[in-house]
């Protein structure tokens, strides 16, 4: 994590003038980069406390918020602008039609808004995972899973500089009010959540597709059948969810679903290699 802080800081520095917060940003990554070192320094002077070893193997999840909403600010310095017309022109052409569209117009209604977008929302236990795990002693688990959830995450934040999009809701607020789903309270509460929460920029590749199928991914062997029943719902439900409630492009949903298979096959064959003494 420290070398993707070091990166943004560079991208900021390089691209300063065409930040007015740089200054603000180079100082959050410093702040960062240092609360992840003083972490790893208490554990080498005091091993044996488990505390202390739980703040510094939860330390960079506790980072990501701001890594995320970093990565959306710095989002435009390459392109100066954002890309949804020309993305939404692209893959209008490819397929001939709007997916957006296309999915809410075949399967939309007021009950499966509310049922796609509680699977969008059970994204966030994603972060609750690893101390999971870790109180009930699985802690090479939740080490491996945090790992492989960090290889999915910064890569992506890279990915809101090379194509910075807003979304199809911000972006083609026209179409959504006419083609757009309507829900009920699980959906009013997810609209204050990214309302509040979501900054523009920060959507391809989707984080939450790719963080929910590497959760699936990495847990899928590791639990029981009726776990696994309810994972694998949640993660094809939210897959669903980010095209239908127009919080993403089709092109989002596919590059975090890539960035979470290519990811997952890299951990697992680092894992399976086999350790030479010495």
Known sequence: MLGYFAVMALIVAVFRNRLADGAELLAGYALAALFLLVLAEAERRFPGR???????????????????????????????????????????????????????AAIGSPLVTE?????????????????????????????????????????????????????????????????????YAVTAVQGEIMAAFDPPGACFPSTHVAGAWITLLCLRRHVSRNVRLVLCTLTAGLTVAVVYAWYHYLS???????????????????AARPRTPG
């Open 50 to 104: 488990k505390a202390v070893r739980f703040a510094r193997f939860s330390g960079p999840f506790l980072l990501l918020p701001f890594a995320y909403g970093a990565a959306a600010r710095t989002s435009r310095v390459l392109h100066g602008r954002y890309l949804d017309v020309d993305l939404y022109t692209w893959e209008t052409a490819l397929l001939g039609f709007a997916p957006n569209t296309a999915v809410t």
């Open 115 to 183: 049922v796609l977008t509680f699977c969008y929302f059970s994204f966030y236990g994603c972060f609750l995972i690893p101390a999971i795990l870790y109180a009930r002693g699985r802690v090479p688990l939740a080490e491996r899973y945090v790992f492989a959830a960090l290889a999915v995450f910064l890569p992506s934040y890279l990915g809101f500089i090379a194509i910075p999009l807003t979304g199809p809701a911000l972006a083609l607020p026209e179409l959504l009010a006419v083609h757009g789903p309507s829900g």
């Open 252 to 270: 989002d949903a596919v590059a975090g679903l890539a960035v979470a298979l290519v990811v997952h096959a890299v951990t697992e064959r680092c």
